[in-house]
């Protein structure tokens, strides 16, 4: 090999060159979304230790103690707390200071596999619920209010809610009902708000978790807010959640070496927001609008709207979050994704059997948009007349709509004996792995639960597409990895 390589770094250079239309995350958009402290900055400078008055993370008392308090006064928390391993450990830490071994916790189907990482740390039991489902778009929508108190009809010990809200397609869940029906019964409502640090900086959007009455939440502030990646917030609402017990569950999730250039990025990308945050959502707005308009003049694009506000438990759409399909083009998301940035160097955040996912920010510029624009109206131009060939796309989701047969606990399966069975042989058995396709990562089937045959095709018609899953220790899904039967 040669040692003179650096694949990453190369790799990297090639992207930059190619200076695509950047709709992914994270949201600072190369360095136009920095703050000006950081863009141009030294920043192998900035990467430090908890060197003479530069504070240590774990046990804050000066100047990340003082930004910590900055950040919660911007968005209107009680306590905020940095995190450089990403939303990943806020919400494993959320679990973690919620509910113990043996208690628990509703969460909606569609939580992050973040979540089940918790469970598998704490020991609490799911009690899970279905989110609505959209049949036209093909996606999981927000969680009613009417379920969640159904819920607790049924499981009246349950002593925290988890919702993820927005979702990775911009959709919100009514958090202020649901607020108060979990206050009703002395729980907790925590929300992954890993797409919502942007939501409290303009009337225009949708409440944020804070706002809403969340007893805490979880913010991806590289996401939408212009931090680096893998630097977050784990934010708290109320005292219903002990402060010196979350502080320590954060200290077992984190890096005992935490990045000075992560918290140095959410400091700086506070100030940004705190000062600019009103102007940057507005251009964040603008550039959706325009970006809607125009797609609607496009032959076989459609681009979702809010005539989804008030159905399939959606409460609000954030209209930031650019979500569009060319399913009358018979083209699926997937192949529009890769056929946007190889033909057209638009580079877009997610796709999906029939469904693409931009990420608008105010660091987008408006030759962004044009090329975005000018791109689908060149798909389109393409398959114009096309009839031959065309795909028939399936509804793969409503073998999902069932929940598998939980048999373990996430943690006793986790850490019981396991085997690699052939995929064709796992019908019947109670999986040891995690299988989310990714992205946007939500579990399929949870450690502990059993392999359905309809579960099991399901995972395959996603593996057939191209979809990459995350938890199987075999990639190709050739065998999977069972408990052993007693």
Not at 23 to 31: D, V
Not at 157 to 169: F, G, I, N, R
Not at 198 to 219: I, K, N, R
């Amino acid at each position: 090999m040669d040692q003179n390589r650096m694949p990453l770094v190369e790799a990297l250079q090639q992207f930059r060159e190619e200076a695509p239309a950047y709709f992914r995350i994270p949201g600072h958009r190369f360095e136009r979304g920095l703050d000006e402290a950081l863009n141009g900055a030294s920043l192998a400078a900035y990467d430090l230790s908890e060197a003479e008055g530069l504070d240590d993370l774990h046990h804050a008392e000066g100047v990340i103690a003082e930004a910590q308090r900055l950040a919660a006064e911007t968005w209107k928390a009680k306590k905020t707390f940095f995190l450089v391993n990403g939303t990943t450990c806020g919400n494993e830490a959320m679990v973690l200071s919620s509910v113990k071994e043996g208690e628990k916790i509703i969460v909606p189907r569609n939580v992050h596999k973040s979540v089940l990482m918790g469970l598998i740390l704490c020991g609490a039991t799911p009690v899970y619920v279905m989110p609505e489902y959209s049949t036209k778009w093909q996606m999981w929508g927000g969680v009613t209010p009417e379920t969640i108190e159904n819920a607790f009809a049924e499981t009246p010990d349950a002593k925290a809610v988890l919702l993820v809200s927005p979702t990775y397609y911009g959709l919100c869940s009514d958090l202020q009902a649901i607020a108060e029906i979990c206050h009703c019964h002395n729980a907790a409502l925590l929300v992954d708000e890993a797409h919502g640090s942007h939501l409290y900086f303009s009337e225009q959007l949708p409440l944020g978790a804070l706002e809403s009455g969340a007893d805490a939440c979880a913010q991806s502030i590289h996401k939408t807010a212009g931090s680096f990646t893998q630097s977050s917030f784990l934010s708290l609402g109320s005292g219903r959640l002990d402060e010196a017990r979350v502080a320590a569950n954060l200290q077992m999730v984190q890096s005992t070496s935490p990045s000075y250039l992560l918290m140095a990025s959410l400091d700086a990308a506070r100030r940004g927001m705190a000062l600019h945050g009103k102007e940057r959502m507005e251009r964040a707005l603008e550039l959706g609008q325009r970006a809607r308009q125009e797609l609607a003049k496009i032959k076989g694009i459609e681009a979702l709207g809010t005539e989804m506000e008030g159905t399939c438990g959606v409460w609000k759409i954030d209209p930031t979050r650019l979500v569009f399909s060319a399913r009358e083009l018979g083209i699926s998301g997937y192949d529009l994704q890769v056929r946007l940035y190889e033909e057209y160097r638009v580079s877009t955040e997610l796709a999906d059997e029939e469904n693409v996912v931009c990420v608008i920010t105010w660091a987008n510029s408006e030759e962004d948009i044009t090329r975005l624009i000018d791109a689908l109206a060149g798909i389109s131009a393409a398959e114009s007349g096309k009839t031959a060939g065309r795909t028939k796309f399936t509804e793969k989701q409503w073998l999902f709509r069932s929940l598998p047969e939980m048999v373990k606990t996430p943690r006793e399966a986790y850490f019981a004996e396991k085997e690699a069975v052939p995929f064709a042989e796992a019908e019947g058995r109670i999986a040891a792995e995690m299988a989310a396709p990714y992205p946007p990562g939500i579990p399929l089937i949870c450690p502990g639960e059993r392999y359905s045959r309809e579960m099991l095709e399901l995972m395959r018609q996603y593996k057939a597409d191209g979809c990459e899953f995350h938890g199987p220790s075999d990639a190709s899904l050739e065998v999977l990895y069972v408990l052993k039967e007693e």
